[in-house]
C-alpha cells in the first residue's frame, strides 16, 4: 500500500528485491500511462544511507529501463529534496527514491516524485496501487529488467546555486553564528555543512558518516533523540561573546527539520513552521496563502489571521500540501513531522532551504533563537505539542478505534468540555481552552498516532494521557 508518502516495509521481511523490483514495474507502468513528457519518459531514482538501498535502487532502475523509460541513477546517496530538484532541473516525468524516511532502522521503502518535484498525487499513487493488484493478480513471473550501463546524475551543483538565490547567504556569513548540524547518519550528512563552511563559519556536524544501524534509533529529529546535539551547543566552548548558537537536525533523507536553540531547548516544527512564516512576511515582505497539515498547531492559524494571509488545512501527507502548491499562490506550506516547503521552490519540503531560512532569522534580527521564539509566544501566546505513537496489533485495530471515538466522542477530558469534532484525517477533539487532541492511523506504520497541542505541558500530557488509556483499552 502507498501511504500518505510511497510504501515503507521492513528489510528481508516484506521489503525485498521482489517486491521492490513489482513496485517499480508499477510505477514503470503508471508513469507510461500518464507520461507528458515525451514517449520514452525520463525517471531519476536516488537513494539514501540506510542497509542495500544502493542495490535496492540498481534493481528499481534495472526494472524501470527494462520497461522502455530512460533513467538515471544518483552516484552516490542524496537528500529527498535533492532528488526533487533534480527532477525539475532535468525536465523528467519524475523520481524514485529508496528510503524510509525517519523510520527505524529495520525499514527501508519507496517514494514517487512528481515531473514538479513534489509529491505524487493521490490520483497516480492510487494507478500504482492498482497496477501493484494487477501484477499480482496475473502472476507475473520475471519482469523485464534491463543489463545496460546506468547513467549516473549529480543535482548537488544546480541545487547549492537555487540555495544562493532562496536564501540570504551573505547576511548568514556576516553574522556571528556557531552552527551544529546533526543528520543523524542520514543521507544529509556533509551537504548543509558543505554550503555552510564555504561561507567560513563555524560549523560543527555530528553524525557524519554512513550507519544503517542509525545509532540504534530512528533517524527521526525528535528531542529524545538530540541528545547529543543537544549537549553539543550547550557544551561545546563559546567561540566569542555575542555568538549566536544554534543547533539543526534533519531526518534520514533531509527533508524535515528541528532545532535545538542556544540553551538546549527544543524547536519542533510547529515553531519553525511559524517562525519562518513571521520571518517571511515581517523581514521579507512576502504574502501568498497558507497551507498545513490537519496535525499542525494552530501558531500559523493565529499569524496567518494577524496578517490576513488566506489557510488552507489539508489532510496529513505532505502530497496534499504540494497539490495546493500547483494549484495557488502560496507562500509557506507545512506539516507536523517537520517537512516544510517555500515559495518559489519545488513544491516540496526541503530542510536545507528551511535550515538556511532559520539561519537568516537569526541573522537578520540579531538575537539568539530562543529569544526570536520568545517574541514570538508573546505575540501569539503560549502553545505547546506533543506526539505520541501506540503500537496496535494491526491497522484494522487503529481504524476500529478511531471510528469508535468519532461515533462516540467524550463530552470532556479531564474537566474541559469537548465543543467540536472534526474528522479530515482521523478524529480530532476540540476543547473549550483552545486546546486539542487527534487520534489517527499512520500510514507508513502499524501504530495510532495521537497529537496534542495545548496552553500548557500539564494540558497536553492530560490529552495524550487518554488517548494512550482509549487506545489500549481498545486492544483489550
Known amino acids: 500500500r502507498f501511504g500518505t508518502d510511497g510504501w515503507r516495509g521492513v528489510i528481508a521481511a516484506d521489503f525485498t528485491f521482489a517486491a521492490v523490483r513489482l513496485v517499480a514495474a508499477a510505477i514503470a ?49 542524496l537528500a529527498t529534496p535533492l532528488l526533487s530538484y533534480g527532477v525539475v532541473q532535468a525536465g523528467a516525468e519524475g523520481g524514485v527514491m529508496i528510503t524510509a524516511s525517519h523510520n527505524p532502522p529495520r525499514y527501508n521503502g519507496i517514494k514517487f516524485k512528481s515531473r514538479h518535484g513534489g509529491s505524487a498525487s493521490v490520483e497516480f499513487t492510487r494507478g500504482v496501487e492498482r497496477e501493484i493488484r494487477a501484477l499480482e493478480a496475473s502472476g507475473a513471473g520475471a519482469l523485464p529488467e534491463s543489463d545496460e550501463p546506468l547513467p549516473e546524475f549529480d543535482p548537488r551543483p544546480a541545487h547549492r546555486i537555487r540555495m544562493k538565490e532562496l536564501a540570504d547567504l551573505p547576511r548568514i556569513a556576516a553574522a556571528p553564528l556557531e552552527i551544529f548540524v546533526d543528520p543523524m547518519y542520514g543521507s544529509g550528512q556533509g551537504y548543509l555543512s558543505g554550503i555552510l563552511r564555504a561561507l567560513r563559519l563555524r560549523v560543527t556536524e555530528l553524525h557524519a558518516e554512513v550507519n544503517p544501524a542509525f545509532g540504534g534509533q530512528p533517524p527521526e529529529p525528535l528531542y529524545r533523540h538530540l541528545g547529543d546535539l543537544t549537549r553539543a551547543v550547550t557544551h561545546h566552548p563559546y567561540s566569542g561573546p555575542g555568538t549566536l548558537r544554534v543547533g539543526l537536525a534533519f531526518d534520514g533523507d533531509a527533508d524535515r527539520l528541528a532545532a535545538i536553540d542556544e540553551q538546549g531547548r527544543y524547536v519542533n516544527s510547529h515553531q519553525i513552521f511559524a517562525l519562518l512564516l513571521k520571518h517571511l512576511f515581517t523581514h521579507r515582505g512576502m504574502t501568498g496563502r497558507v497551507v498545513k497539515a490537519f496535525s499542525s498547531g494552530q501558531m500559523v492559524d493565529k499569524l496567518a489571521d494577524a496578517y490576513g494571509l488566506p489557510l488552507t488545512i489539508t489532510p496529513i501527507g505532505f502530497k496534499y500540501i504540494a497539490e495546493e502548491m500547483l494549484k495557488r499562490d502560496v507562500l509557506i506550506g507545512g506539516e507536523e513531522s517537520g517537512g516544510i516547503a517555500i515559495c518559489g521552490h519545488i513544491p516540496e519540503r526541503d530542510a536545507t532551504l528551511a535550515a538556511l531560512l532559520l539561519l537568516e532569522y537569526v541573522a537578520t534580527d540579531g538575537k539568539p533563537l530562543g529569544a526570536l521564539y520568545a517574541d514570538l509566544e508573546k505575540e501569539i501566546g503560549p502553545h505547546r505539542y506533543e506526539r505520541v505513537d501506540v503500537p496496535l496489533a494491526s491497522p484494522e485495530a487503529a481504524e476500529a478505534l478511531v471510528r469508535s471515538v468519532r461515533e462516540d466522542p467524550p463530552d470532556a477530558i479531564k474537566g474541559v468540555k469537548v465543543v467540536r469534532v472534526e474528522d479530515v484525517d482521523g478524529v480530532k477533539l476540540h476543547g473549550a481552552d483552545g486546546s486539542w487532541l487527534l487520534l489517527r492511523q499512520s500510514g507508513t506504520e502499524p501504530l495510532l498516532r495521537v497529537y496534542a497541542e495545548g496552553p500548557s505541558e500539564e494540558r497536553v500530557a492530560d490529552l495524550l494521557k487518554w488517548g494512550i488509556r482509549r487506545a489500549k483499552r481498545a486492544e483489550g
Open 29 to 77: 507502468r503508471q508513469v507510461l500511462a500518464t507520461a507528458v513528457t515525451g514517449p520514452r519518459p525520463t525517471v531519476l531514482v536516488g537513494y539514501d544511507t540506510r542497509f542495500l538501498s544502493r542495490e535496492f535502487a540498481e534493481a528499481a532502475a534495472r526494472v524501470l529501463t527494462g520497461h522502455g523509460l530512460a533513467v538515471r541513477l544518483a552516484g552516490t546517496f
